[in-house]
């Protein structure tokens, strides 16, 4: 069984930084693409960014520049990297893995770290 374990999230004030990192129990990871999103508090939950296995990276419009992703194949991570932070980067952040394609077969979460910015 595939799990997902995040850690890092904290409380930052406005325009600090914070790193996210996702740890996956999978042999298959390198070919997995690996994702972050996040909900905030009476929102859905949306995507924020994603990286294949080759290392392509995609990122939502409100955080480029901002965020970038990143990953260890060797060691089986990603990572989220967060500059100048604002109170609207407050949620809870989940990490994500697909296979290439999107199957249905295999799509699984972890359990979710929160980010809070506030001063």
């Known amino acids: 069984q595939v799990q997902l374990v995040e850690s890092g999230g904290g409380l930052v004030q406005p325009g600090g930084s914070l790193r996210l990192s996702c740890t996956a129990s999978?042999?298959?990871?390198?070919?997995?693409?690996m994702g972050w999103f996040r909900q905030a508090p009476g929102k859905q939950r949306e995507l924020v960014t994603t990286?294949?296995?080759?290392?392509?990276?995609n990122y939502t419009y409100s955080v480029k520049g901002r965020f970038t992703i990143s990953r260890d194949n060797a060691k089986k991570m990603i990572h989220l990297q967060m500059n100048t932070l604002k109170p609207d980067d407050t949620a809870v952040y989940y990490c994500?893995?697909?296979?290439?394609?999107?199957?249905?077969?295999?799509?699984?979460w972890g359990q979710g770290t929160q980010v809070t910015v506030s001063s």
């Open positions: 994500n893995a697909v296979l290439p394609g999107g199957s249905p077969m295999f799509n699984v």
């Open positions: 990286i294949t296995g080759g290392g392509d990276t």
């Open positions: 999978t042999a298959i990871f390198s070919i997995l693409t």
